[in-house]
């Protein structure tokens, strides 16, 4: 590395460097496209800014999360106050997202299709897998398969799209259960239960507690024998569940559902929250939805057996 902090092939960016010199970022097809410096060390400010607290953050705050000294934070954060983008309120001191940011984020948002955007998450998760998998959101019968995607293997099954998987029997099901209302899923377990799939209270309340404690609902041969089923959620920017990511794999397969295999589905998830918008955070009262994007799967691991139930 010379005195300038360019290494050989390529320029980086480092924290004590906010130049506006071009630097070498990777390309899809593996060449290099030039960039802006302070333009991708401006991003770390915002985004030191995006996941502070709604009431902002202190100057101090920023720079750590930004990895930059405090005269740097605030050359950068005074640029983005004169053109908008951050805000910093006269009394407090605190800095955050302004008028503009808002207008940003509202045109990125009018621009995503969510539905393309968790099923593209999906294919990408399932081709690392190489395994099968679903996507479904709640339909006007239940829960409800939009996307049927092979990553490997193909998997003999009756389920296609436009199947609707049971509420009390299917790791989807389970998961609109423990983050749906009981208003939204009540008429459905009604009818579930009049043509003859019954599974106590009891045993329906421990799942939905299992299911929230745990961050994920793992289920194994009931609607399809022979076939296990791990599914996560995708929440929407008002954390509200969108759909929910299945993958599959054969129930002799015992090893395949590991601690790093579930971590990486789940982070998926966290991904395609992400990219829809979800804002990272919980409204007072709801279901503590970050169980369901990050760790606290270990419990549940080790309960799992080939007797439960599955997708």
């Not at 994920?216 to 969108?242: C, E, H, M, N």
Request: glycine letters at 8%; hydrophobic letters at 35%; a neutral charge.
């Amino acid at each position: 590395m010379n005195s300038t902090g360019r290494k050989a092939g390529g320029a980086t960016a480092t924290a004590n460097d906010d130049s506006s010199e071009p630097v070498d970022q990777p390309a899809p097809d593996g060449t290099r496209r030039k960039s802006i410096k302070s333009v991708e060390i401006g991003s770390r400010v915002l985004e030191a800014l995006v996941n502070s607290d709604t009431d902002g953050a202190f100057l101090r705050d920023v720079a750590e999360k930004s990895n930059l000294s405090r005269s740097q934070a605030h050359r950068y954060l005074l640029a983005f106050v004169n053109t908008g983008v951050v805000e910093q309120d006269p009394d407090s001191g605190r800095y955050a997202l302004g008028a503009f940011s808002v207008r940003i984020g509202m045109a990125a948002l009018a621009r995503v299709e969510p539905v393309q955007v968790a099923g593209r998450h999906l294919s990408i998760l399932l081709k690392e897998l190489k395994t099968t998998g679903l996507l479904s959101v709640w339909g006007n019968y239940g829960p409800t398969v939009i996307r049927w995607k092979d990553g490997g293997i193909p998997l003999a099954t009756t389920l296609r799209v436009g199947s609707v998987l049971p509420l009390q029997t299917s790791s989807t099901g389970n998961l609109f259960m423990a983050l749906c209302s009981r208003e939204q899923t009540q008429a459905v377990l009604d009818n579930e239960r009049k043509a003859g799939l019954v599974l106590p209270d009891e045993e329906l309340d421990q799942m939905i507690a299992e299911t929230r404690k745990c961050g994920y609902a793992k289920t194994s041969g009931r609607v399809v024998p022979g076939l296990s089923a791990i599914s996560v959620p995708v929440f929407d920017p008002d954390q509200r569940l969108l759909a929910t990511m299945s993958v599959l794999t054969r129930s002799q397969n015992e090893s395949f559902f590991s601690t790093q295999v579930i971590d990486r589905i789940k982070r998926q998830a966290l991904e395609a929250s992400q990219a829809i918008g979800w804002p990272g955070f919980n409204r007072p009262g709801d279901v503590d939805v970050s169980k369901f994007l990050c760790g606290n799967h270990q419990e549940m691991d080790q309960q799992a057996t080939d007797g439960d139930q599955s997708e």
